[in-house]
Nanobody, 123 residues
């Protein structure tokens, strides 16, 4: 069971990035997958989640309308499309899955974690 996060980088304010979370060793579509982020000196923050099964998305208020979470079942990959990026979006982004289909905002409810991918929004 492994998650591989990728897609981070340096982008100017107002720009876009797409993060990917690729799963191996299990059927990703059955389980809730979340994205979290952690900025320097701050606690890990829940960003978004997509349900297992029927793919209903959830977002923290600060990214609603700018970020889109989606899943490609054939590729066993969850994406986080980030647009209109702001300097305050700068953080290490992590993907994680639960052992159930329902989403949660609590890091402790997620059991499998990928390594982080750094997103830096700066001019």
């Amino acid at each position: 069971v492994q998650l591989q996060a990728s897609g981070g980088g340096l982008v100017q304010p107002g720009g876009s990035l797409r993060l990917s979370c690729a799963a191996s060793g299990f059927t990703l579509e059955r389980y809730a997958t979340g994205w979290f982020r952690q900025a320097p000196g701050k606690e890990r923050e829940w960003v978004s989640c997509i349900n297992g099964g029927v793919p209903r998305p959830y977002y923290v208020d600060s990214v609603e309308g700018r970020f889109t979470i989606s899943r490609d079942n054939a590729k066993r990959t969850v994406y986080l499309q980030m647009s209109s990026l702001k300097p305050e979006d700068t953080a290490v982004y992590y993907c994680a899955t639960r052992f159930t289909a329902g989403c949660s905002t609590q890091p402790g409810q997620f059991r499998n974690w990928g390594q982080g991918t750094l997103v830096t929004v700066s001019s």
